[in-house]
């Protein structure tokens, strides 16, 4: 299937999974779909394995939270932040190191306080390597930490490579 990206996400500083100045995190990018899908894009190194060659059970968790919780930004004009209340993986396949990998989160159901979403880590052979569904609270980032957007650097960063269309 192929989808068609309306518009990338921002990336921070240090976060684990999106910051791009955090010299052991994912580097992961983000990107929304025409059907308000959210793929993410990330290359996994050693610094990320748990057996030799594997990522981390760990670090699949974070990147599967990670990417549904961030899929709620796609659908509000301002930025809407889930505090993660609960958070069921699925192991299929062994997860590489040092290939591109795709991970696709979407939501579910909502109300005024709570989202739920599911997704997945892609191999780059389209296999389904591991699967997740999420509740999230809606939290305004005030009440869940001190973030100063520039300090952090949360900003869409445009990179040559950044797709217009996502195969999977």
Known sequence: MIYKIRE???NSKLCFVCGLKNNFGLHAHFYTTENQELIGLFTPSEEHQSYPGRLHGGIASAILDE???RAIL????TEVW???VELELKFKKPIPLNQELKVIGRI???NRRMFE????IILPDGQVAATAKGK???VPIEKISDFD???NEWRIVELDSDPKKIEI
């Open 8 to 10: 990338k996400q921002k």
């Open 67 to 69: 990417t549904i919780g």
């Open 74 to 77: 796609n659908k509000y004009e």
């Open 82 to 84: 889930g505090v993660t």
């Open 108 to 110: 579910t159901d909502e």
């Open 117 to 120: 979403g599911t997704g997945e």
């Open 136 to 138: 999230y609270l809606k």
């Open 149 to 151: 957007v520039e300090e």
